[in-house]
């Protein structure tokens, strides 16, 4: 997937630089060169030789060191790669980034190269949430740089929240992102996700289960192939994909403005979890505890957004995919909704509480096309993203 490509892997000086000794291991899996530097730090964390044995490249650790300038000047090892990937970026590296220090190879090579950069941060949480890595963070997102997480969880300083670098694989998908390589380069996919939330008065609204989580790795399986996302989400538990084209929407109708102004798409996967109903009228006013009686909830029907995309005459994705969330009688009642709706296939998955799989990490489909059903294993949700993605760039291709 990432043949021929050149990624100059800058590792900081965090306890997350053991995780980069893997990364450069799935990197080269996928056929790309890795040429390691180490700054000093780092070198407190992981060895040079390691790094070196792992890459298969000699790691560069110091700015003046001549038998580097006379083989390789900082300034020409900054520009040979096809990407610069910070991974870890400390805080301290991230300072540096913004205000363009130069005080070690690391920084200088940061700021003397041309080349797109990809910082994946790892730190403590309370350094990633100090007002000042966030200002840098905003600094370096405004100067074009693409961000890899951090994730959220425990960390290894004792302390939880978000500091966690991203795993190596998805870093690896976010590199390939930024390399725009793969199946699905050039082609534009819409993805919905997370539930939709009705309001019944300004503080009660009508909700349900979806965290989210299907369609963000969906969205991140269809970029690592190269595809450009826009996603529409509405009030999810997960983040949203690092590096797609992000609608923040709240209820079902939003989320249909937002679908029609994104199109055209190439491919369309409508994985929110829509709310079937609205109130007819939403209170303006808080809703009181009345002495004549419980209120009364007048519901009216939401547009279906699947079906409406689905029918179009003019501009109708090339695929459409659509979700069904079942609790019983799955393939069959999934095969109906795949004609009542009109979409090209069916992504069916039991959601009854036993299985765990609303709001858990995996999931169980079965995916319906007008060739029949095909089961899945039970398996992460990111594993259903990739073979689900993989199943499109087949699709497209067999169409072309
Ligand atoms: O009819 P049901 O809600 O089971 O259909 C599920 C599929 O239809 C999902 O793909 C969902 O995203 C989509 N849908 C929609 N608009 C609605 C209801 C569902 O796009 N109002």
Not at 363 to 383: H, L, Q, S
Request: aromatic share 4%; glycine share 8%; hydrophobic share 45%.
């Amino acid at each position: 997937m990432l043949a021929g490509k050149h990624i100059l892997l800058i590792i900081g000086g965090g306890i997350a630089a053991f995780k980069s000794l893997d990364l450069i291991r799935r990197l080269r899996e996928r056929g790309a060169e890795v040429t390691p530097v180490l700054t000093k730090a780092a070198e407190q964390f992981v060895t040079p030789l390691s790094v070196s044995a792992l890459a298969g490249n000699r790691v560069y650790r110091d700015l003046f060191d001549l038998t580097d300038e006379a083989e390789m000047g900082h300034i020409q090892l900054s520009r040979v790669a096809d990407l610069v990937v910070v991974a870890p970026a400390t805080a301290d590296l991230m300072a540096k980034m913004t205000h363009g220090l130069a005080g070690d190879l690391a920084s200088t090579l940061l700021l003397a190269t041309d080349t797109p950069v990809l910082i994946a941060p790892a730190m403590n949480v309370r350094m990633w949430e100090h007002p000042a890595t966030q200002r840098n963070l905003v600094q370096l997102q405004a100067d074009g740089i693409a961000v890899s997480g951090p994730a959220e969880g425990d960390m290894a300083c004792g302390e939880f929240g978000p500091g966690r670098m991203s795993e190596p694989l998805e870093i690896v998908d976010a590199i390939s992102t930024r390399l725009a390589v793969g199946p699905l380069k050039g082609k534009r996919i819409l993805v919905t996700s997370g539930p939709t939330h009705e309001p019944i008065d300004p503080v009660r609204y009508i909700a349900n289960r979806s965290s989210g989580a299907q369609g963000a790795a969906i969205a991140r399986a269809l970029m690592a192939r190269g595809a450009s996302v826009v996603f529409v989400t509405g009030p999810a538990d997960v983040a949203p994909p690092d590096g797609a084209e992000v609608i923040k929407v709240t209820t079902a109708l939003e989320m249909q403005q937002a679908v029609t102004a994104a199109l055209p798409a190439d491919v369309a996967i409508f994985a929110a979890a829509v709310a079937d109903w609205r109130m007819a009228e939403a209170s303006d006013r808080k809703l009181k505890k009345s002495k004549d009686g419980l209120p009364v909830l007048v519901f009216t029907e939401n547009p279906d957004i699947l079906r409406e995309v689905a029918h179009l005459q003019d501009g109708r994705p090339e695929l459409v995919v659509g979700f069904a969330a079942e609790t019983n009688d799955v393939v069959e009642n999934a095969t109906a909704k795949r004609a009542r709706k009109g979409c090209d296939w069916i992504v069916a998955n039991d959601v009854s509480p036993e299985t765990g799989i609303m709001g858990g990490s995996e999931n169980a489909v079965t995916v319906i096309d007008a060739a029949g059903a095909e089961t899945w294993p039970r398996m992460d949700k990111t594993a259903v993203a990739n073979r689900l993605a993989d199943r499109i760039a087949d699709a497209l291709a067999d169409r072309t």
